[in-house]
T-cell receptor
Framework: GEDVEQSLFLSVREGDSSVINCTYT??????LYWYKQEPGAGLQLLTY?????DMKQDQRLTVLLNKKDKHLSLRIADTQTGDSAIYFC????????????FGTGTQLKVEL | NAGVTQTPKFQVLKTGQSMTLQCAQD?????MSWYRQDPGMGLRLIHY???????DQGEVPNGYNVSRSTTEDFPLRLLSAAPSQTSVYFC????????????FGPGTRLLVL
Protein backbone atom coordinates (compact mmCIF):
# COMPACT_ATOMS: atom_id res chain seq x y z
CA GLY A 1 0.00 0.00 0.00
CA GLU A 2 0.90 3.64 -0.17
CA ASP A 3 3.10 5.24 2.46
CA VAL A 4 3.95 8.94 2.64
CA GLU A 5 6.57 10.42 4.97
CA GLN A 6 7.49 13.95 5.95
CA SER A 7 9.75 15.63 8.45
CA LEU A 8 7.80 17.05 11.38
CA PHE A 9 9.11 20.58 11.78
CA LEU A 10 10.75 23.41 9.82
CA SER A 11 11.68 26.87 11.02
CA VAL A 12 12.67 29.71 8.65
CA ARG A 13 13.12 33.46 8.80
CA GLU A 14 10.68 35.76 7.08
CA GLY A 15 11.81 36.48 3.53
CA ASP A 16 13.82 33.26 3.21
CA SER A 17 12.75 30.30 1.08
CA SER A 18 11.19 27.26 2.73
CA VAL A 19 11.61 23.76 1.37
CA ILE A 20 9.31 21.05 2.69
CA ASN A 21 10.14 17.50 1.70
CA CYS A 22 8.09 14.34 1.28
CA THR A 23 8.80 10.78 0.19
CA TYR A 24 6.24 8.33 -1.11
CA THR A 25 6.33 4.64 -1.91
CA UNK A 26 3.78 3.87 -4.59
CA UNK A 27 5.25 3.65 -8.08
CA UNK A 28 1.95 3.61 -10.00
CA UNK A 29 0.54 6.55 -11.87
CA UNK A 30 -0.24 8.93 -9.11
CA UNK A 31 -1.25 12.44 -8.21
CA LEU A 32 0.74 14.16 -5.47
CA TYR A 33 -0.71 17.05 -3.52
CA TRP A 34 0.34 19.73 -1.09
CA TYR A 35 -2.23 20.90 1.44
CA LYS A 36 -2.01 23.68 4.00
CA GLN A 37 -3.76 23.57 7.37
CA GLU A 38 -3.99 26.63 9.59
CA PRO A 39 -4.85 26.23 13.29
CA GLY A 40 -8.42 25.09 13.87
CA ALA A 41 -9.20 24.90 10.17
CA GLY A 42 -9.67 22.29 7.49
CA LEU A 43 -7.20 21.56 4.73
CA GLN A 44 -6.67 23.86 1.77
CA LEU A 45 -5.26 22.50 -1.48
CA LEU A 46 -2.18 24.51 -2.50
CA THR A 47 -1.06 22.67 -5.59
CA TYR A 48 -0.71 19.22 -7.11
CA UNK A 49 1.41 17.44 -9.67
CA UNK A 50 0.92 14.32 -11.72
CA UNK A 51 3.65 11.71 -11.69
CA UNK A 52 4.57 12.30 -15.36
CA UNK A 53 5.73 15.84 -14.51
CA ASP A 54 9.02 16.96 -12.97
CA MET A 55 8.12 20.45 -11.84
CA LYS A 56 5.22 22.80 -11.38
CA GLN A 57 5.35 26.47 -10.47
CA ASP A 58 2.50 28.58 -9.19
CA GLN A 59 3.43 32.09 -8.03
CA ARG A 60 5.57 31.64 -4.87
CA LEU A 61 5.18 27.86 -4.88
CA THR A 62 7.43 25.44 -6.75
CA VAL A 63 6.87 21.69 -6.66
CA LEU A 64 9.71 19.38 -7.66
CA LEU A 65 9.22 15.66 -8.26
CA ASN A 66 12.07 13.17 -8.39
CA LYS A 67 10.39 10.00 -9.60
CA LYS A 68 13.50 7.87 -9.31
CA ASP A 69 13.87 8.62 -5.60
CA LYS A 70 10.09 9.02 -5.06
CA HIS A 71 10.80 12.41 -3.52
CA LEU A 72 8.51 15.43 -3.65
CA SER A 73 9.33 18.91 -2.41
CA LEU A 74 7.45 22.17 -1.97
CA ARG A 75 9.44 25.38 -2.12
CA ILE A 76 7.85 28.57 -0.84
CA ALA A 77 9.70 31.66 -2.00
CA ASP A 78 9.83 34.81 0.15
CA THR A 79 8.21 33.06 3.10
CA GLN A 80 5.85 35.26 5.13
CA THR A 81 4.47 34.91 8.66
CA GLY A 82 1.10 34.06 7.09
CA ASP A 83 2.71 30.93 5.69
CA SER A 84 3.06 29.51 9.20
CA ALA A 85 0.90 26.37 9.17
CA ILE A 86 1.06 22.60 8.85
CA TYR A 87 1.78 21.38 5.35
CA PHE A 88 0.63 17.93 4.27
CA CYS A 89 1.87 15.91 1.37
CA UNK A 90 -0.69 13.44 0.00
CA UNK A 91 -0.82 10.81 -2.72
CA UNK A 92 -3.67 9.45 -4.81
CA UNK A 93 -3.12 6.48 -7.08
CA UNK A 94 -5.14 6.72 -10.29
CA UNK A 95 -7.83 4.10 -10.53
CA UNK A 96 -8.01 3.93 -6.75
CA UNK A 97 -11.20 5.89 -6.40
CA UNK A 98 -10.78 8.97 -4.27
CA UNK A 99 -8.44 7.51 -1.66
CA UNK A 100 -5.76 9.91 -0.49
CA UNK A 101 -2.84 8.82 1.65
CA PHE A 102 -1.47 11.67 3.75
CA GLY A 103 1.90 12.25 5.31
CA THR A 104 2.15 13.20 8.97
CA GLY A 105 2.46 16.90 8.15
CA THR A 106 5.31 19.41 8.50
CA GLN A 107 4.84 22.27 10.93
CA LEU A 108 6.32 25.41 9.31
CA LYS A 109 7.20 28.22 11.67
CA VAL A 110 8.17 31.56 10.17
CA GLU A 111 10.15 33.83 12.47
CA LEU A 112 10.70 37.56 12.14
CA ASN B 1 -22.09 27.92 -2.38
CA ALA B 2 -21.59 27.00 1.26
CA GLY B 3 -19.03 24.37 0.24
CA VAL B 4 -18.60 21.46 2.66
CA THR B 5 -20.35 21.89 5.99
CA GLN B 6 -19.98 19.73 9.09
CA THR B 7 -21.98 19.57 12.28
CA PRO B 8 -21.45 19.64 15.16
CA LYS B 9 -18.20 21.57 15.55
CA PHE B 10 -17.46 19.96 18.89
CA GLN B 11 -18.94 16.99 20.76
CA VAL B 12 -18.27 15.18 24.02
CA LEU B 13 -19.49 11.58 24.33
CA LYS B 14 -19.33 8.94 26.99
CA THR B 15 -17.97 5.53 26.14
CA GLY B 16 -20.70 3.41 24.56
CA GLN B 17 -22.84 6.29 23.33
CA SER B 18 -23.75 6.59 19.68
CA MET B 19 -23.85 9.64 17.49
CA THR B 20 -23.87 10.80 13.88
CA LEU B 21 -21.47 13.34 12.44
CA GLN B 22 -23.14 15.24 9.65
CA CYS B 23 -21.51 16.29 6.39
CA ALA B 24 -23.16 18.08 3.49
CA GLN B 25 -21.93 19.68 0.29
CA ASP B 26 -23.81 21.84 -2.19
CA UNK B 27 -21.42 21.53 -5.13
CA UNK B 28 -22.98 18.38 -6.61
CA UNK B 29 -19.72 16.48 -6.08
CA UNK B 30 -19.75 12.75 -6.70
CA UNK B 31 -16.89 11.88 -4.38
CA MET B 32 -17.11 12.29 -0.62
CA SER B 33 -14.81 11.02 2.11
CA TRP B 34 -14.35 10.96 5.87
CA TYR B 35 -10.94 11.31 7.50
CA ARG B 36 -9.77 11.41 11.06
CA GLN B 37 -6.78 13.47 12.16
CA ASP B 38 -4.70 12.43 15.14
CA PRO B 39 -1.52 14.10 16.42
CA GLY B 40 1.58 12.88 14.61
CA MET B 41 -0.41 10.66 12.24
CA GLY B 42 -1.71 12.97 9.54
CA LEU B 43 -5.15 12.23 8.14
CA ARG B 44 -6.40 8.70 7.75
CA LEU B 45 -9.27 7.67 5.50
CA ILE B 46 -12.24 6.10 7.30
CA HIS B 47 -14.85 5.61 4.56
CA TYR B 48 -15.47 7.06 1.16
CA UNK B 49 -18.18 7.22 -1.50
CA UNK B 50 -17.98 7.64 -5.27
CA UNK B 51 -21.67 8.42 -5.65
CA UNK B 52 -25.11 8.09 -4.12
CA UNK B 53 -25.72 4.53 -2.96
CA UNK B 54 -22.04 3.55 -3.17
CA UNK B 55 -19.67 3.46 -0.19
CA ASP B 56 -16.41 1.69 0.58
CA GLN B 57 -13.99 1.26 3.45
CA GLY B 58 -10.84 3.24 3.86
CA GLU B 59 -7.80 2.62 6.01
CA VAL B 60 -9.47 2.74 9.46
CA PRO B 61 -13.18 1.80 9.07
CA ASN B 62 -13.73 -0.20 12.28
CA GLY B 63 -16.28 1.34 14.61
CA TYR B 64 -17.77 3.60 11.93
CA ASN B 65 -20.67 3.26 9.51
CA VAL B 66 -21.62 5.46 6.57
CA SER B 67 -24.42 5.73 4.04
CA ARG B 68 -24.93 7.89 0.96
CA SER B 69 -28.61 8.15 0.18
CA THR B 70 -28.24 11.50 -1.58
CA THR B 71 -25.43 13.22 -3.48
CA GLU B 72 -25.36 16.04 -0.93
CA ASP B 73 -25.11 14.18 2.38
CA PHE B 74 -22.59 11.71 3.78
CA PRO B 75 -23.17 11.09 7.50
CA LEU B 76 -20.68 9.18 9.65
CA ARG B 77 -22.11 7.06 12.46
CA LEU B 78 -20.35 5.94 15.60
CA LEU B 79 -22.40 3.04 16.95
CA SER B 80 -20.65 2.63 20.31
CA ALA B 81 -18.07 5.33 20.96
CA ALA B 82 -14.69 4.41 22.40
CA PRO B 83 -11.92 6.67 23.80
CA SER B 84 -9.76 5.62 20.81
CA GLN B 85 -12.21 7.50 18.59
CA THR B 86 -11.27 10.81 20.19
CA SER B 87 -10.05 12.77 17.19
CA VAL B 88 -10.80 15.55 14.74
CA TYR B 89 -12.99 14.37 11.88
CA PHE B 90 -12.89 15.94 8.44
CA CYS B 91 -15.31 15.43 5.59
CA UNK B 92 -14.17 16.14 2.04
CA UNK B 93 -15.71 16.21 -1.41
CA UNK B 94 -14.43 16.32 -4.95
CA UNK B 95 -15.87 16.55 -8.43
CA UNK B 96 -15.31 13.44 -10.54
CA UNK B 97 -13.79 13.60 -14.00
CA UNK B 98 -10.40 15.24 -13.72
CA UNK B 99 -11.02 17.89 -11.08
CA UNK B 100 -8.29 17.41 -8.49
CA UNK B 101 -9.35 20.01 -5.94
CA UNK B 102 -10.67 18.27 -2.86
CA UNK B 103 -12.72 20.54 -0.61
CA PHE B 104 -12.53 19.96 3.13
CA GLY B 105 -15.05 20.87 5.78
CA PRO B 106 -14.01 22.74 8.94
CA GLY B 107 -13.91 19.58 11.02
CA THR B 108 -15.69 18.09 14.03
CA ARG B 109 -13.70 17.77 17.24
CA LEU B 110 -14.84 14.67 19.15
CA LEU B 111 -13.90 13.77 22.71
CA VAL B 112 -14.91 10.36 24.06
CA LEU B 113 -14.61 9.98 27.82
Amino acid sequence: GEDVEQSLFLSVREGDSSVINCTYTDSSSTYLYWYKQEPGAGLQLLTYIFSNMDMKQDQRLTVLLNKKDKHLSLRIADTQTGDSAIYFCAERVTGGGNKLTFGTGTQLKVEL
Amino acid sequence: NAGVTQTPKFQVLKTGQSMTLQCAQDMNHEYMSWYRQDPGMGLRLIHYSVGAGITDQGEVPNGYNVSRSTTEDFPLRLLSAAPSQTSVYFCASRQAGGQETQYFGPGTRLLVL
